[in-house]
T-cell receptor
Framework: AQSVTQLDSHVSVSEGTPVLLRCNYS??????LFWYVQHPNKGLQLLLK??????LVKGINGFEAEFKKSETSFHLTKPSAHMSDAAEYFC??????????FGRGTSLIVHP | DSGVTQTPKHLITATGQRVTLRCSPR?????VYWYQQSLDQGLQFLIQ???????AKGNILERFSAQQFPDLHSELNLSSLELGDSALYFC????????????????FGPGTRLTVL
């Protein structure tokens, strides 16, 4: 069975510093992994996805994530945080089915 | 703007009542997904329809049902409402049926906030 764990419920950074949002997954097969972002009072928007091609995936707004099979991780990073990055971030895994499993979310707080 | 519309934006009702939430997918998208987002449960997948047929079922209660119509819009029906059903309900759509090693991006609507008093 598939599962996904977002290791931090909240991450706080200063504007201009790097961002790291951690995601670990459990899967019996090769998973497809996604990161979505949800700004306050909005629906979710896709940041990036991994579907067994390149292990380093680039997304929108300067975000990227690296698929590490040996560590069963898919951490999201950004070199320099911007105030507009403050939002809730969700890691999502699909494993051979149509049913996605969402992590509990990580709230990114960006301080000026 | 994702192109997915949901109505109503807010809904306040009483326990025991029944409500219908409506979703219009992006033009051309055949798949519709319903999700429930609450503070204690997080984001939970409820059900998926593809071109009018149910394709996948998640954590959907028996009191809840959905359908997708020939024009591809979808409705989520919630009945015998309980306080715990208060949540944000999202609809999402995608172009085709997900499968194999590739899963399509889902485009999310703005959600319907349901409050059960």
């Amino acid at each position: 069975a598939q599962s996904v764990t977002q290791l931090d419920s909240h991450v706080s950074v200063s504007e201009g510093t790097p961002v790291l949002l951690r995601c670990n997954y459990s899967s019996s097969y090769s998973p497809s992994l996604f990161w979505y972002v949800q700004h306050p009072n909005k629906g979710l928007q896709l940041l990036l996805k991994y579907t067994s091609a390149a292990t380093l995936v680039k997304g929108i707004n300067g975000f990227e994530a690296e698929f590490k099979k040996s560590e069963t991780s898919f951490h999201l990073t950004k070199p320099s945080a911007h105030m507009s990055d403050a939002a809730e971030y969700f890691c999502v895994v699909y494993e051979g089915s149509y049913i996605p499993t969402f992590g509990r979310g990580t709230s990114l707080i960006v301080h000026p | 703007d994702s192109g997915v519309t949901q109505t109503p934006k807010h809904l306040i009702t009483a326990t025991g009542q029944r409500v219908t939430l409506r979703c219009s997918p992006r033009s051309g998208d055949l798949s519709v997904y319903w999700y429930q987002q609450s503070l204690d449960q997080g984001l939970q997948f409820l059900i998926q329809y593809y071109n009018g047929e149910e394709r996948a079922k998640g954590n959907i209660l028996e009191r809840f049902s959905a359908q997708q119509f020939p024009d591809l819009h979808s409705e989520l029906n919630l009945s015998s409402l309980e306080l715990g059903d208060s949540a944000l309900y999202f609809c999402a759509s995608s172009e085709t049926l997900a499968g194999g090693l590739t899963y399509n991006e889902q485009f999310f609507g703005p959600g319907t906030r349901l409050t059960v008093l």
